[in-house]
């Protein structure tokens, strides 16, 4: 399996982290061998401040940034974040 990249973002209580946790968990039960790696941003998470989520897996992956230029999607829960964080998505990526 080739590694795979998701940029979460949105703010504060939209439910940006569970998502990503979900979605972690469904990698680790469709394919045991896979490798999941998260970094969180949720500093004034609380206060509807910004909330971002790198999530990677697949069989390889090590470190849990995505680099720029390099997601396969985004899962956006607010329009402006979605904006601000836009350079994170692959040119051939996935938004929603």
Known sequence: MTDFNIVLVGTGGQGVILSSNILGWTAIKSDPRNKVRTAETHGMAQRGGTVI???????????????????????????????RYLDFLNPMGFYW
């Open 53 to 83: 989520v790198h999530l990677r897996f697949g069989h390889n992956v090590e470190s849990p940034l995505v680099k720029t230029r390099s997601a396969d999607v985004m899962l956006a829960f607010e329009l402006a974040e979605a904006v």
